[in-house]
């Protein structure tokens, strides 16, 4: 017996778009659920064709670089969803999101360790002076020893002063304490209860307080037009002159010009940057002064790290679009939607 063919069609699955090259597993695990657009070349994409990109789109996978807002938004009727790979979020204009009822998630939590770890690593190589030494080095310069060569500051038993004090802040704050004996000043949008200060060994003062008792300023604290420039020339200033300066957080937290003006005149004594305001872009200042170690937004980039960023994006991606719930969801109205 010959059976008709059924002309019923198969539901059609969600199509994504995955703005950024990824690891091709991310991509597998994708198309169990999803017609995938990949970007496996890179290609970096104007914001209009980003809009096209993602025309029949109902989720993007986003690396933090690509900015969604109302325009785009309103040009993209069918999205969904946009979930970052990274725990920054200041890509995502989050109340046009929500009015247009795309929810915007990110990856918060399996990068507190790494970025924690790239936190010291670079506060010890601007306090040790360790590129200064290595650029020395490498040119040939190095024929004696001197007393006072490439002397640095103390870290062990010295003051760290944290702004922001969330996930990845207090993480430094306990290697600070119990790792290297330091004294922990922070400040915060709001205090820590007080067991938390407790496991952090971490005391709470004001900005001013932190500014000027701290032999070490670590910059972990969100982007928000709050926090733009919140370390700018009047609060280099108020830093001591032997202080180092280390942002891990967020370009624009810092007026890189303004930073590089007190490098330049050693008003403070070194700088280490992982983000920059404009990045990829760097300040040209900030190229021509030796105190300062400068690295590529890299402080979550250990293999393992970024594998979980990727894989909790995907995990957001599929409870959302198949399931009806994000793990990670950063506007709740539209997730409780």
């Not at 929500?98 to 915007?104: H, I, M, W």
């Not at 969330?166 to 704050?173: E, P, Y």
């Not at 891990?248 to 992982?274: E, K």
Request: proline content about 5%.
């Amino acid at each position: 017996m010959i059976h008709p063919t059924s002309t019923t069609a198969l539901p059609a699955r969600p199509s994504v778009l995955v703005t950024r090259a990824i690891f091709p597993e991310v991509l597998s695990q994708l198309r169990v659920h999803f017609e995938v657009d990949a970007n496996q070349d890179d290609v970096l994409w104007s914001p209009q064709e980003l809009v096209q990109r993602l025309q029949g789109k109902a989720g993007a996978f986003m690396t933090g670089t690509e900015k969604v807002h109302a325009d785009l938004l309103a040009q993209c009727p069918e999205l969904r969803i946009c979930a970052n790979m990274t725990v920054g979020y200041n890509n995502f204009d989050l109340p046009a999101m929500t009015a247009a009822g795309v929810l915007g998630t990110n990856a918060p939590d399996v990068l507190t360790e790494t970025t924690a770890d790239f936190g010291f690593a670079l506060l010890l190589a601007t306090a040790r002076r360790v590129t200064e030494s290595e650029h020395f080095l490498r040119a040939g310069q190095w024929n004696r020893w001197r007393y006072d060569m490439f002397a640095g500051a103390e870290v062990h038993g010295s003051t760290l002063g944290i702004i922001g004090m969330g996930r990845i802040g207090q993480a430094i704050a306990k290697r600070a304490a119990f790792g290297f004996g330091m004294q922990v000043l922070y400040h915060n949008r709001s205090r820590l209860d007080v067991a938390t200060e407790a496991q952090c060994q971490a005391r709470y003062v004001d900005k001013d307080t932190l500014l000027r008792g701290a032999d070490h300023v670590m910059l972990v604290l969100p982007y928000s037009p709050q926090a733009h420039h919140t370390i700018a020339a009047p609060e280099l200033a108020r830093m001591k002159p032997t202080a180092t300066l280390i942002n891990i957080a967020r370009g624009g937290i810092v007026d890189d010009a303004a930073l590089a003006q007190a490098l330049r005149t050693r008003q403070i004594a070194a700088a280490g940057l992982d983000v920059f305001e404009g990045e990829p872009a760097v300040h040209p200042d900030l190229l021509s002064v030796a105190n300062v170690v400068l690295t590529p937004h890299i402080a979550s980039a250990t293999d393992g790290t970024r594998r979980a960023m990727a894989s909790l994006a995907v995990n957001n991606l599929v409870d959302y679009l198949v399931h009806g719930r994000a793990r990670t969801p950063l506007n709740q109205p539209v997730a409780r939607a």
